[in-house]
């Protein structure tokens, strides 16, 4: 979660595919959340990812892969900083 002053950017999620594992087929997830810091002209970009079941009679509780990461980056200005979270995230 970020802090609270900062106005936020985007936060979305996207499925990249099937990853198959002993307990069965699974779906590779990432995330992220932005936000701008007006005070210190700084983005912040959150990044995560989880495994979530791909079957419709299945528990759909998804799992954390521990794959949790933040960026901060000099942003030059608040209308800049979506174009830029973007960035991070398709990376």
Known sequence: MLHQRMKSIIDISEALGPVETPQGSLELCVTAEAGYDEEAGRLVVQLGAFL??????????????????MRRSRSPSHAKSHEVA???FQR
């Open 52 to 69: 979530r079941p791909t079957g419709l009679l299945v528990n759909n509780t998804p799992a954390p892969i521990g794959c949790r990461k």
């Open 86 to 88: 973007r960035e991070i």
